[in-house]
């Protein structure tokens, strides 16, 4: 559409505010979107036109609502409107922003070293913002280059269905020193690797700032559906874990949240776990294949492993399997119940029942194809393999999607592991019914 024409489609819609309240829709392409970006209220969409974008994303001082989301997107199919990153500037820059949305936009580095999507450190907050099929790729110019980031205080984030791939670290979510809460976030159907760093990390907090959103409730975030990969990353002077989750408040308000993991696939790490996390945390229904050192770690960080729940997963190792470590003092109840783990050394830790083990080598007697690479294996039990009945399914309760075996399936049985049922279960065909590229390890 002509520049003229969208002009007059958002001077109508503008009226419509003015006389109604009605939203507007902009149609802009890369000579004049950065026009209609002061003016966005709530509800308004700006449509973006397949194109390459030079001049970056600055998304400032937008509120929009629950009702009336501000939205910029770009075609949902096609060619796609491709920002293309510049020197010393993040290209998706939000600060102090409610209830946006960025849907459907390519975010190419070039190897410069900023962020693809960051929320600003000097922001006073970025809270309900929801990141939908962005392509975020070559932000690898140093492990600090990041491919979303949060930097102050962030509620009610929805991060699904996002490819994120060669960047210096997928997901960093939160500040260092503990400042910058993440809290009450969704992270699903993500594909996530290639990472010289972290796919993903959450950082540790603080006591919670009055200001928050719903500061005094619980809340949980949730880790669900998402493919996790370092297997052609490789290790350097600084390796770090798949996948790491730091502790909650220690007191007041949100000492009680949980991170909740469920039904990922988390596909090897040379050099580091698949997955650290200490606080209070529930792990269900996922996969683990590393030849790395550590499939599972629970231990201190920067605090320590609070109420552990780790429930149900598949885990083929090399090395470690599930490691649970808590200091001498702890006050706090580990369960660790219902996991199928074939490593070296499967599993260390207290609160161990109806887990069933094995050693890496036996893992071909029990699962159906697990030495294969991504694009043959399977990690469900075989139809023959003599698996134990797990007890019962003690520690499921409130824990959302634990009805759900890794496939997705209903839990009929009480099979240990990932799986509620024998395969076969290629992980081709979990990778393809949630839309996941895939091509290659």
Not at 20 to 39: N, Q
Not at 376 to 389: F, G, M, N, Y
Not at 411 to 417: D, F, M, V
Request: charged fraction near 20%.
């Amino acid at each position: 559409m002509h520049a003229f024409h969208a002009r007059l489609l958002g001077l109508i819609g503008l009226l419509g505010l003015a006389a109604g309240g009605l939203a507007a829709d902009y149609r802009a392409g890369p000579e004049d979107y950065r026009d209609y970006l002061p003016r966005l209220q709530a509800g308004d969409r700006l449509l973006l036109a397949a194109g390459d974008y030079t001049r970056g994303l600055p998304l400032h001082h937008l509120q929009g609502s629950a009702a009336a989301p501000i939205v910029v997107a770009g075609p949902p199919r096609g060619a796609r409107a491709r920002f293309v990153a510049r020197p010393g500037v993040n290209t998706v820059s939000l600060v102090d922003v409610t209830h946006v949305e960025i849907r459907n936009l390519e975010l190419d580095g070039r190897n410069l070293f900023v962020d693809a999507v960051k929320a600003e450190g000097h922001a006073r907050f970025a809270h309900f913002v929801h990141l939908e099929n962005l392509y975020i790729h070559d932000h690898a110019a140093h492990q600090q280059s990041v491919g979303i980031s949060s930097k102050c205080p962030a509620f009610g984030w929805v991060i699904r269905a996002n490819r994120i791939e060669r960047v210096g670290t997928g997901l960093y979510l939160g500040d260092s020193d503990g400042s910058a809460p993440f809290v009450a976030g969704l992270i699903e159907g993500n594909q996530v690797r290639d990472t010289l760093g972290y796919n993903l990390q959450i950082k540790h907090q603080q006591p919670r700032p009055p200001d928050l959103p719903e500061a005094e409730a619980r809340h949980d975030t949730v880790i669900r559906h998402n493919f996790f990969s370092k297997a052609r990353s490789v290790p350097g002077p600084a390796p770090r874990p798949s996948v790491l989750v730091g502790h909650l408040p220690l007191s007041g308000p949100g000492r009680e949240d949980r991170y909740l993991v469920h039904g990922n696939l988390f596909w090897h790490n040379p050099g580091e776990s698949l997955f650290q996390g200490e606080g209070n945390l529930a792990l269900y229904n996922n996969v683990f294949v590393t030849q790395g050192p550590d499939a599972i770690r629970i231990q201190p960080h920067n605090d320590v492993p609070r109420q552990v729940d780790i429930l149900h997963n598949t885990v083929l190792a090399t090395h470690n399997g599930i490691s649970v470590r808590v200091r001498g003092d702890n006050a706090w109840r580990q369960t660790l119940r219902g996991n199928l783990v074939f490593a070296a050394r499967p599993i260390a830790g207290s609160g161990q029942t109806d887990n069933q083990i094995g050693t890496h080598e036996r893992a071909g007697r029990v699962l159906t194809l697990p030495y294969a690479d991504l694009g043959q294996a399977d990690l469900s039990p075989r139809p023959q393999a003599h698996l134990d009945q797990v007890g019962d399914m003690e520690g499921w309760a409130g824990l959302p999607g634990s009805d759900l075996d890794f496939a997705g399936q209903p839990r009929h049985t009480r099979l240990p592991g990932a799986y509620g049922q024998p395969g076969p279960a290629p992980l081709r065909v979990w990778l393809r019914q949630r839309g996941f590229p895939w091509d290659g390890p």
